[in-house]
């Protein structure tokens, strides 16, 4: 089937304009590509839109992930609290540092991390033992360890329920990592996403909020810990080192001058970006309310702004969603299935011996969830086909 007068419409789009060109271009006008002031000015226009007192800017969202795990001393076979529905680098930069991922499930509403499942997971790991071992994959985790920290994720621009994650954290002494990777702009209970836990890390893909073609950047208020992070994103080398001596062992984590200059710019327009977000997201939600076969994302009442992410509907148990997805991709509609549960990943399950059934409200939302076409730049008329596209195959 082909449609010839159907809009054109793109899983995602960056929202670029001549501003982002122009501060590209200049940069790569100076001989100064990295390590220069633009890394310097992104990581300020941070600092003044979180409120955080340290800002370190790095070449995705991953590598922040993975220098936050570093900083809280996750080392060889220590346990780390996180949730399988995510994408997943928030569980690979535990398993760099050969860290135990102890997946607790999610809310079904949210998809965040279930707060008192997590309570109960940090307690039982506390006591050791039978208790433990019913949180720990069927294999992979012989090794002794300590449970180190917690690292939630706020899926799909939605912060976790910190007031009640950051508890259980600070008692069992454990460093709590915000996976912020898709929450830039979010505020939960009118605090910043981001700034939720000990250390917070933001993602730069061209399909999130902003984008720097590649980047991430950390946020934190912990002086001591920003002062290794920012060691070990360029090559271990503390305040001091000269260019060939390296205190720790590091890696080249550093974003560029490029990156950081579209980033600037970017930063100078989030709030425009993010207003778009939200205009298009109103519009899925005025076209799909009620529409049988399908759920529309759901907010939290702590979430006092949403930045939207992804759009995700949920189908109804019994639609056929990979068929509804290939009847809607031949008439110009790209959708995807989002999140596939991390524990089920190939790797995951030789590496850990996890079975379907392990995480079942993850697994339930892995099978019904379905990202639409979006971005800040869809018009009304994309909107309206896309729903008119599900209206009709549903
Ligand atoms: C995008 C994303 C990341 C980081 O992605 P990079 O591609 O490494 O920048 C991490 N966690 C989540 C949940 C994400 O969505």
Redesign the pocket.
């Given at each position: 089937m082909t449609h010839n007068n159907s809009p054109k419409i793109t899983m995602s789009a960056p929202d670029l304009t001549d501003a982002e060109r122009q501060a590209v271009w200049e940069v790569i006008n100076t001989p100064m590509l990295s390590i220069g002031p633009r890394i310097q000015a992104f990581e300020e226009s941070f600092r003044r839109y979180t409120g955080c007192q340290h800002a370190i800017g790095v070449n995705?969202?991953?590598?922040?992930?993975h220098l936050c795990v570093r900083a809280a001393g996750v080392g060889m076979g220590d346990r780390v609290i996180t949730s399988p529905f995510?994408?997943?680098?928030?569980t690979n930069v535990l398993l760099f540092e050969n860290a135990v991922p102890v997946f607790v499930d999610v809310d079904e509403r949210t998809g965040n991390l279930d707060p008192v499942l997590t309570a109960q997971a940090a307690a039982d790991l506390a006591e050791g033992g039978a208790a433990a071992q019913r949180w720990l994959p069927r294999r992979g985790a012989e090794q002794s360890g300590a449970l180190k920290a917690l690292l939630a994720?706020?899926?799909f621009g939605q912060p976790a329920d910190y007031d009640l994650l950051s508890p259980i954290a600070r008692q069992h002494n454990l460093k709590l990592i915000e996976?912020s990777?898709?929450a830039l702009g979010a505020q939960y209970k009118n605090r910043m996403a981001g700034m939720l836990g000990d250390y917070g890390?933001f993602?730069?893909?061209p399909?999130?909020q902003i984008t720097t073609g590649?980047?991430?950047m950390i946020v934190t208020n912990d002086s001591a810990a920003a002062e290794l992070m920012t060691a070990l994103r360029n090559q271990g080398r503390a305040p001091g080192d000269t260019w060939l001596s390296h205190t720790y062992l590091g890696y080249n984590y550093r974003m560029d001058e490029m990156s950081a200059a579209l980033g600037t710019a970017q930063m100078a327009r989030i709030e425009e970006l993010l207003v778009s977000r939200q205009r298009v997201a109103d519009l899925y939600n005025q076209h799909l309310a009620g529409l049988p076969g399908i759920e529309i994302p759901y907010l939290a009442p702590e979430t006092t702004r949403v930045s939207w992410?992804v759009y995700v509907i949920r189908v109804a148990r019994g639609v056929d969603r990979e068929a509804l997805a290939a009847r809607l991709a031949q008439r110009g509609i790209p959708v995807r299935p989002y999140f596939l549960p991390i524990h089920l990943q190939p790797y995951m399950v030789e590496r850990f011996g996890y079975r379907e059934g392990d995480f079942p409200i993850t697994e339930d939302l892995g099978r019904r969830g379905l990202a639409l076409p979006f971005s800040g730049k869809m018009d009304e008329e994309q909107v309206a086909y896309v729903c008119q596209g599900l209206r009709e195959l549903l």
């Open positions: 995705s969202g991953t590598s922040g992930l995510s994408f997943v680098s928030s994720v706020d899926v996976d990777c898709e890390v993602a730069f893909y399909n999130k590649e980047g991430g992410f």
